[in-house]
C-alpha cells in the first residue's frame, strides 16, 4: 500500500535516471506554457510518435494564445485531422480566448486558475505548472497510477476517483517535502515519472524490470505481483453502431457533409452515412432522395472504427451520379460537391472513414468517367 511505502527513497534514483535517459521532445527543448500545454493535450489518449510532428506543424502555424484564440475553427481541425477526439482541440481554442481576455494571453501559473480553462484538467494542470513554472505540484495520470501501484504494491481499484486523489496527495506531499530539502526538482520529477511509465513500466506486456532505477526496492517486483497491477474495475462495454458510408461520385466532385455543432466529431467533414446495413437498393432510393440520379453502384470493403465509448461497423458503397447542377448544390444543403484531389487537403475529415477516404480520389473519379456514365440505373 502507498500508506506504508517511504516514498522518500524514489527521488533521487528516478531523477539520476531520468537525466541519462530522457528522450529528445520537441516540448521539451523549449518548454514555454504554451508549449507544455498544446502537448500534454495532445499526448492524452495519443502516442509521442504520433503526436510529434502534429505538434510541430501546430506550433509552427498556431505559435502562441493569440494565434490559437483568433484561429477559424475549420483550420484548427484540419490541424487536428488524424489525432482524433476534437473535442480537445476545439478545447484548445476556448480556453486560448478566455486566456486573451483574463490573462492578456498568458498561460496563467496557478493550479487553481488554469482548472478554470476549458479542457485542462488536475494532470494537465499539473504538468503546466511543474514543467513550464517549476511549481511543486504533481501531474498524476493513468501511467503514474500503473507505476506507483506497482512500486507500492497497492491493488486499490485506479479507477476509483478517491483512489486517484490519494495517489495525488501522496505525491503532492513528496514534492513539496522533498522540494524544500533541495532534493526534488519539479518539472525533472514529473517528466521522468511519465518517461518510467512510458519506456520502463510500461503499460502491456512485462515492464523492464532489470533497467527500473527502483528495481531494488520495488515492491510490487519483490511480491511477484507485478502482472496484477494496476487493479482496474472493469470500463462499460461500448456500444455498437452500424452505419452505411457512400462515397458519392460526381465526375471528379465528391460529396462531404459538415457535422453537427455538438456531439460525436461535431463540426467535423464527413462522408454521407445512414445507420444501419443498408443493400443495394436502399442506398440508390436514399441517393437519390438527397437529389442525386445514380448512374452506377459498387459495394467496397466492410470497415470498423473504434472510438471510446463507441465503435462503427461500417459498410461502404460507392456511387457514380449524373452531373449535379450547381444551383442544385446550393440548395440542397444536405451534401457539399467538393474536388476529390482536394478534399482531404482542405476538409477535416475524420479518420473513423479512412478506410473509405481512399475511394475519393482522381482515379475513380477517371473510371466514373470512363465507365459509369454508360450504364444509367
Ligand atoms: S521494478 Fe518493474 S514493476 Fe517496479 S516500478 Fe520498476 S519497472 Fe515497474
Not at 118 to 143: E, F, L, M, R
Amino acid at each position: 500500500m502507498i500508506d506504508d511505502f517511504d516514498l522518500n527513497i524514489i527521488v533521487e534514483p528516478l531523477q539520476d535516471w531520468f537525466a541519462g535517459h530522457k528522450r529528445i521532445l520537441p516540448w521539451r527543448e523549449n518548454p514555454r506554457p504554451y508549449d507544455v500545454w498544446i502537448s500534454e493535450i495532445m499526448l492524452q489518449q495519443t502516442r509521442v510518435e504520433a503526436v510529434k510532428p502534429y505538434f510541430e506543424r501546430f506550433i509552427q502555424e498556431l505559435g502562441d494564445v493569440k494565434a490559437l484564440a483568433e484561429c477559424e475553427e475549420d483550420r484548427y481541425l484540419k490541424l487536428w485531422e488524424g489525432l482524433g477526439y476534437y473535442n480537445r482541440v476545439r478545447n484548445l481554442n476556448a480556453a486560448a480566448k478566455q486566456i486573451m481576455e483574463d490573462y492578456g494571453g498568458i498561460v496563467p501559473d496557478e493550479y487553481e486558475k488554469l482548472l478554470t480553462l476549458k479542457g485542462i484538467g488536475h494532470y494537465t494542470a499539473g504538468a503546466i505548472c511543474s514543467i513550464a513554472y517549476g511549481k511543486a505540484v504533481p501531474a498524476v495520470d493513468g501511467n503514474v497510477l500503473r507505476v506507483m501501484t506497482r512500486l507500492t504494491a497497492d491493488d486499490s481499484d485506479i479507477m476509483k476517483q478517491s483512489v486517484k486523489n490519494h495517489f495525488e496527495e501522496k505525491i503532492s506531499q513528496l514534492m513539496v517535502e522533498q522540494e524544500k530539502a533541495g532534493i526534488l526538482v519539479p518539472s525533472q520529477f514529473n517528466q521522468a515519472l511519465m518517461e518510467l511509465g512510458a519506456l520502463i513500466c510500461t503499460p502491456n506486456g512485462k515492464p523492464h524490470c532489470m533497467e527500473c532505477p527502483w528495481k531494488e526496492f520495488c515492491r510490487g517486483r519483490q511480491e511477484g505481483r507485478i502482472e496484477e497491477l494496476p487493479v482496474k474495475s472493469k470500463a462499460k462495454q461500448r456500444k455498437i453502431e452500424e452505419k452505411t458510408v457512400l462515397v458519392i461520385r460526381d465526375g471528379d466532385k465528391v460529396a462531404i457533409h459538415k457535422r453537427p455543432k455538438k456531439g460525436l466529431l461535431a463540426g467535423l467533414y464527413e462522408l454521407p452515412n445512414v445507420c444501419g446495413f443498408k443493400n443495394q437498393e436502399e442506398v440508390l432510393s436514399y441517393v437519390k432522395e438527397l437529389g442525386c440520379q445514380p448512374l452506377r453502384i459498387k459495394p467496397l470493403t466492410d470497415a470498423k472504427h473504434i472510438f471510446s465509448h463507441v465503435e462503427w461497423h461500417m459498410k461502404g458503397y460507392v456511387i457514380f451520379v449524373e452531373p449535379m447542377e450547381p444551383q442544385k448544390e446550393k440548395e440542397e444543403q444536405e451534401l457539399l460537391f467538393v474536388e476529390a484531389y482536394d478534399a482531404k487537403e482542405r476538409y477535416a475529415i475524420p479518420t473513423a472513414f479512412l478506410a473509405y477516404a481512399e475511394y475519393m480520389n482522381l482515379e475513380i473519379g477517371a473510371e466514373a468517367v470512363k465507365n459509369g456514365r454508360k450504364e444509367k440505373l
